[in-house]
């Protein structure tokens, strides 16, 4: 038996999603129906300084848009921005196509700081957000539904202030989206989370998806976006740019080839070299180091005297893409 105290183990944890059964509740929009819509926003939060200058983004149902920018290009401020949520002067419009629903309830926003009350159990809290977003009639569904949605049922009753990091975050994730909103904003979700928690936390958007939501989502690693989108927004120098899908944008990137030895000369330290190639095929890479005999294994190759050590072959990530496109 788990104690009410610790996070399940991985033989306990149970993944919602697959478990037939399970409560989920539909989001009710079309996919590909823009949800919602920021046309040349800006924002600053001292006149004549702003911080966001032109941001154009259409948050569809049925797609996670992955926010890619450098460390203090305004990402958490632009989800501050579309949700008013932040003290300052804006400019733009921003629209929602929602059937009628109220700001409120339309849109959930899970901050990067967590927001919960410490000396309140996990279920108390995840229920005084649905108390408040959704009444009394609807949210003790609300509240079954989130808690095993989130596989917090084990931990349901302990105060929070008894919880690790890690599980704080995915409390804060649960009280954020209790009343299942077809806009759903992610700040950096998956800090302090580990392997199991983050892989639900990633089941989780995509189960949103197919519901037909319309998901935002920032994070510190590249990686951590590839796996939570589908399609991709660059913000930059306080504007946007659409780069499309995910899937296009990853095609367009070659794999690499590095190449690592040692050159035979004293002292070792300084004997290290390492080559990194852009590359389609290991036909490529023996044209661009020259006539190869093909009964030779790259391992073995010699270049001017210089030993290969290492060789390591990479598929297209988003992270090259990223350091390339986000700048200093």
Known sequence: MTDKNTFPEKADFQ??????????????????????????????????TPVLRDVS???????????????GAGKTTLLGALTGTLRGTTGGSVRLDVGGLPARRAIGFATQAI??????????????????????????????????????????????????????RLVHLAASFVHAPPIRLLDEPTVALDFEARQLVVRRVRAWREEGAAVLVTAHYPEDIEELSTELVLLRDGKTRDLGALGTVLSSQARTLSLRGARPVSPP????????????????????????????????????????????????????????????
């Open 115 to 168: 927001a919960l009350y410490p000396v309140l159990t996990v279920e108390e809290n995840v229920g005084h957000l649905a108390r408040l977003l959704l009444g009394r009639g609807e949210a003790k569904a609300a509240i079954e539904r989130t808690l095993e949605e989130f596989a917090l049922g084990p931990i349901a009753r302990t105060r929070v202030h008894h919880l690790s990091g890690g599980q704080r």
């Open 15 to 48: 993944d919602p999603i697959k478990t037939p059964g399970r409560l989920r509740q539909s989001m009710g929009t079309a996919h590909g129906t823009v949800l919602l819509s920021a046309e040349r926003l800006s924002f600053a939060f001292t006149p004549g």
């Open 57 to 71: 983004l259409h948050l569809k149902g049925g797609t996670s848009v992955g926010l890619l920018g450098a460390n």
């Open 269 to 328: 330290a300084d004997a290290s070299w390492e080559l990194t190639l852009a590359t389609s095929s290991l036909e490529e890479v023996r044209s661009k180091l020259g006539e190869v005999p093909s009964d030779v294994h790259l391992s073995e190759l010699r270049l001017s005297g210089n030993r290969l050590r290492d060789i390591l072959l990479r598929d297209p990530s988003l992270s090259a893409f990223a350091r390339e496109s986000e700048g200093p």
